[in-house]
């Protein structure tokens, strides 16, 4: 830490006067510069948002893609890939707009003002107004927004927010007072001497302020398996293009063959995740987590392990009031009313009094000499009519005080993680606060009462607490805070801790050293906030899903270090700028239904890419074997638009009505089980079913003894005429493509059985649901297939044929043969036994509580 933030003495600039500057010099000021222009931070800026969404993984690939078509001429091709990247651009940055417009209405409701000397007089003036050398009045409750020595009176400054420690330090005439920090007790003027971006609270969060995101398992994921796609796709491209070279392929035959290999790529799939994280991010929104980064909804889902800071995270700030114990002869009632009198007279109010002052019955007195409390007296007194009065630390008062010792009833109260002070009052009732010199001294004392404090714990942190245990999510208390003082307060909420750690036991250890003491510790106190980032990223060195949570400016690096970075909303507004989650209601039990939604957009992706890759890895092998056997084409552009009937709109639905379930750890591994058997079987039927239809159109052409109808219906669908080179072929081509892509969609239908079984029947992949809408989706999924092949308009937009008998008496007895082949694939598991994985963990089996 710098000379800002120790505290030293700082000489005064000789000229500087206490009636502050005059508005031409403030004026002045700001035009050189000199402006407090970088206060405390603000959200993320709209260009920000806009970059992170639209330059994604995902999206680079659909522009790309798009570039690729547009040089092919395939203009309407082009503009769907290209435009489905821009709505996946729009979805997340619509949903991070969204979050920042809020955040920003909550700053502007939060937002502070300044008392400051201006031409003799005290001004009011928002933060940003502040310049260089002005005099800052600080009064109870006020935040200190720049750097610089205090130059008259003695306030009690809160730096928690900056440092972790929840005790008030006393500044004097002279000492620092850091940007971030509070007044919480006392009055005086401030000199602005560090504004903007040379203060401590920029600087100290201007690395927190660095563009970063983690992808999460997911994502990667996905981007795996996107590039493998890819890969394959580039690779049968190239030898389907070489082939047509050789073979001597028009150019609008390249171009279209081109076009339905990109279409391999799923497209589909980005805008699936890209709308299922901004519905997530949403809902959660709506639950008291705002969220920043429309993928923290599915990141905080994996979370295994919890930092959070103690003050302001698990406690309010305040202190309540669980006992006042009488001593000696005296009576509850009495010891209550003298406190609360003693708490309403003081005139340097801090937590303590403000706590004592709402709790308990009094009245105000007429006090003659006080002495505030400072963290080198560590107690307080007041000389009134009635006597003279102390509030203080038992151990700095027990030399004064006679008769029976009390620390063993203060050890027993500390250890249950209470605060303790001691009430009494002067055995002479006109004797002095202060020695010969004037400095404060202590008279003889009388003990009145014990005075037993609590930090307050935040509502309902203790049930969270015990619900992240029953989830089996550790939780790891960092503080700036003495270590005992955060183990008491753990275990007042509900976490057991081990020996608390010290931050001076970590400097200086090595990765290796810093693991091992980080893994067997729950809590860890006189953190500074570097430190709090090496923790974090040991937990991550050491495989863990970090979640941090903090409020002040200290916790800033650390939750740009964790996988999700969560800020309090009555924080410091730099830690709400760079955190992925805001919790709008400072309830950590927010927490829960975020995790809850995030483990229903896995599990609904995740059926999801099944049936994506199930379709991209059907129509890969079909083309291979069609164009390998010299059968024509599979596919036309036209035909790869069902893919929204047999894929966009299942997957659109299935990942809405998912259920938040455990996420797969071998995700990978369900994938290939399910998606393997499913494209080799759908691929070999989809093979023989277009072999046997291109062979029997083709067949039948070469009849002399065809009706005109039907010669005409074909001269219609192929643009060629009867008697010219290629008809036949063309014929058998498009025909047997209408017999493909309507066993194909059939299929994917089933598809979707076997994923969500309403019976028995359709359970050989995993367990019947008793949700039976997939089944109702399914049903009609069929009867608008139906529309497609019996209208002639839409058979006609999807380059098929109109429904004819030989199709059906093909499709029909192959769809058949397809699933019993399909379950019985499942069932026995065919896929584990081909590879010789047995039953052993992890090996891409469904999950055991998925299996039939």
Known sequence: MDS?????????????????????????????????????????????????????????????????????????DAFVSVGLGLVNAALSAVQEIRAKRKL????????????VLR???????????????????????????VDGPLIDGRVEADESLLTGESEALLKQPGDDLLSGSFCVGGEGHQLAREVGAA?????????????????????????????????????????????????????????????????????????????????????????????????AVESVSNVDVVCVDKTGTLTTGRLSVVEVRPVGQHRADDAERLLGSMAR???????????????????????HDEVPFSSSLRWSALRTDDGVWVLGAPDALAERLPGPSLAEDVRGLTAEGLRVLVHADAADRDASLRDANGRPALPDLRPVALVVLADELRPGVTETLAEFARQRIAVKVISGDDPDTVAALATQAGIFPTPPVHGGELVGLSDPELDHAVADATVFGRIAPEQKERIVASLRRQGRYVAMVGDGVNDARALKQAQVGVAMRSGSAVTRDVADIVLTDDSLAALLPARQEGRRII?????????????VATQGLVILAVTMLGLGFPYSPSQVGLTLLTVGVPTLFLTAWARPTTPDPALLGSLARFVIP?????????????????????????????????????????????????????????????????????????LILFLRPPTRFFASYTRPTEDKRPTLLAAALVLILGAVLFVPVLSDYFGLTHAAQPVFDTVLPALVIWFIVLTAAYRFRLLDRILGLGDLPGNGQAPASARP
Request: hydrophobic residues 45%.
């Open 4 to 76: 800002t933030a120790t505290g030293s003495v700082q000489r005064l600039p000789a000229a500087q006067s206490p009636a502050g500057l005059t508005s031409a010099e403030a004026q002045e000021r700001r035009r050189r510069g000199e402006g407090n222009v970088a206060v405390a931070g603000g959200s993320r800026s709209y260009a920000r948002i806009l970059r992170t969404n639209v330059f994604n993984f995902y999206n680079t690939i659909l522009f790309v893609i798009g570039a690729a078509l547009l040089a092919l001429g395939r203009y309407n």
């Open 104 to 115: 920003d209405q909550l700053q502007l409701l939060n937002q502070a003002v300044v008392h």
């Open 119 to 145: 031409d003799g007089r005290d001004v009011t003036v928002a933060p940003e107004q502040l310049v260089r050398d002005d005099v800052v009045r600080l009064r109870p409750g006020d935040q200190v927004v």
């Open 199 to 295: 203060s401590y609270a920029n600087r100290l969060t201007a690395e927190a302020r660095r563009d970063s995101s983690d992808a999460t398992p997911l994502q990667r994921r996905i981007e795996f398996v996107v590039r493998l796609v890819m890969a394959l796709v580039f690779l049968m491209t190239a030898t389907i293009l070489l082939q047509a070279a050789l073979e001597g392929f028009t150019l609008v035959r390249t171009v279209q063959t081109t076009a339905v290999l990109s279409g391999l790529v799923p497209y589909g799939l980005f805008f699936l995740v890209a709308l299922a994280y901004t519905v997530g991010a949403a809902q959660t929104s709506g639950r008291g987590a705002l969220v920043q980064r429309v993928n």
């Open 345 to 367: 007279s003081t005139a340097a109010p801090n937590l303590t009094t403000t706590a004592l002052a709402d709790a308990l019955p009094g009245e105000r007195w007429a006090v």
């Open 603 to 615: 599990n609904g992706i995740a059926t999801s890419m099944q049936l994506f890759l199930a379709r």
């Open 678 to 750: 499913a494209a080799v079987v759908t691929g070999a039927a989809g093979v023989g079913v277009y072999a046997s239809l291109y062979e029997r159109v083709l067949h039948g052409f070469s009849s002399t003894n065809l009706p005109e109808g039907l010669i005409a219906e074909f001269e219609s669908y192929t643009g060629v005429s009867y008697g010219d080179s290629g008809f036949a072929e063309a014929s058998a081509t498009i025909g047997a493509q209408t017999g493909l892509s309507t066993f194909v969609s059939l299929a994917s239908f089933v």
